[in-house]
């Protein structure tokens, strides 16, 4: 079939898809050319496809019924085909793209891959689709946004397509704004402050999420975050929502403020929107800054990651020790405290050798505190134990390296 461009077949998962020739649109070596290309497609979102395919399914696990699964920004519509393919329990996938060209060949897609009886595929703007499924009845199961950028100008349609107990998965790209190099556009965008420290991503996701509840919250929906990542350039999480003023007034309580000194690595945490702030850091005496309002519960669920681990075993996906890696890491850090340490950055800062991870985290557990390792930073440590005694594991630890 000819689409009028260059395209190739490509396999991902356990689909065969058509997608357009990429090195086709790259004119010069730093030409993006999955934006260049008449239908987007970019492999290296492959990974994150990936986890899609494992939470869905987790998803599904849990709620052990039929499910109807929607992509409002399908693009080639690998996602989409995938979820029809690759997930047990689907029995309808409505995807949905502005783009006509995409429409055409997602709809190819899900030929090629004996998957057309279930795929539906729209071409609406994506707040148009997500609404004609708001209505009772005509609402989804899961709705995973994949946008360009910023996900939050879909995700109040997203949550009205939701039914009671489904799944939102939401990617940010904007990292720029989220990580705090374009302030006011992530104040505009996701109501609540930046901050550029070294555990930014995870900021960034706790914006993304804080987002999502209080937009939740205002159709009387509270969520419940089950996983998130920040991998490469992008930030993804996944919640369920349940519907009700109670379990929005409670996703609303998880909501506060991360304070944070850029002089000693102080950090504390101030739940609440409406609090007041302290302006001076309790351990030097500096000006704190303030991220948020965001998100202070949690951003993954232990047992979401296993059910998601179970269903990697049993796959045969290209990233499998990747993906294992990282899920390991993020059930791991579950239950971990806000933020995390940069173990280089307190090094510089102190004008030490860099020490090692590992050397550093049993340093802090000699102590008597916890010590985890974050899927957000090779280098990064979540623990309890206060900065001080952070800082004075790493200065000990280069005393005996001879300094
Ligand atoms: C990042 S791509 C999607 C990639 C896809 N989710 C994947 O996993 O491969 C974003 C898509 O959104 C589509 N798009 C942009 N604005 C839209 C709108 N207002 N409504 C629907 N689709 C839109 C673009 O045509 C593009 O295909
Ligand atoms: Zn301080």
Not at 92 to 117: F, M, R, Y
Not at 143 to 167: C, E, H
Not at 354 to 368: D, E, F, L, P, R
Request: charge should be positive; charged fraction near 25%.
């Amino acid at each position: 079939m000819s689409f009028g461009f260059p395209t190739e077949t490509i396999k991902e998962g356990e689909i065969k898809a058509v997608v357009p020739k990429l090195e086709t649109y790259r004119e010069k070596p730093q030409d993006y050319a999955p934006s260049k290309a008449p239908v987007f497609y970019n492999p290296v979102m492959e990974l994150n496809r990936d986890f899609a395919v494992l939470a869905l399914q987790a998803h599904q696990k849990t709620v052990d019924r039929e499910i109807r699964v929607s992509e409002p920004l399908t693009g080639c519509g690998l996602r989409g085909v995938r979820f029809a393919v690759e997930v047990s329990g689907v029995c309808k996938v409505v995807l949905n793209d502005i783009n006509p060209q995409s429409v055409k060949i997602t709809k190819h897609n899900a030929e090629l891959n004996g998957v057309e009886d279930k795929v539906e595929v729209c071409n609406l703007d994506a707040n148009l689709f997500l609404t004609q499924h708001a209505a009772p009845k005509k609402r989804l199961d899961y709705v995973d946004v994949d946008p360009f950028g910023t996900p939050v100008v879909y995700m109040d349609s997203a949550l009205r397509a939701l039914r009671n107990g489904g799944m939102i998965a939401l990617t940010a790209t904007d990292m720029a704004p989220l990580c705090g190099v374009h302030r006011k556009a992530c104040i505009r965008k996701y109501g609540g402050t930046p901050l550029r420290t070294e555990y930014c991503h995870e900021l960034a996701v706790r914006l993304l999420v804080g987002c999502t509840a209080v937009m939740a919250a205002k159709h009387e929906i509270g969520i419940n975050v089950l996983f998130s990542h920040s991998i490469d350039h992008y930030v993804r999480a996944y919640a369920t929502v349940s519907h009700g003023a109670k379990v929005a007034d409670k996703s609303v309580q998880q909501m506060g403020y991360i304070l944070h000194c850029f002089s000693c690595f102080h950090r504390e945490t101030v739940q609440g929107i409406v609090s007041p702030l302290k302006q001076v850091c309790p351990n030097c005496g500096a000006k704190l800054s303030v991220a948020g309002p965001l998100w202070l519960g949690k951003i993954a669920d232990q047992n979401f990651c296993a059910t998601m681990e179970e269903e990697l075993g049993k796959r045969n996906l290209k990233k499998k020790n990747k993906l294992l890696k990282t899920l390991t890491l993020i059930r791991n850090e579950a239950d971990a405290p806000v933020t995390y340490y940069g173990v280089d950055k307190i090094c510089d800062k102190l004008n030490l050798p860099i020490s090692s991870q590992t050397k550093v985290m049993n340093g802090i557990k000699a102590q008597g505190f916890v010590a985890i390792p974050t899927h957000f930073n090779s280098r990064g440590i979540k623990t309890d134990a206060p900065t001080d005694v952070v800082k004075d594991v790493i200065t000990k630890l280069a005393q005996k390296m001879g300094r």
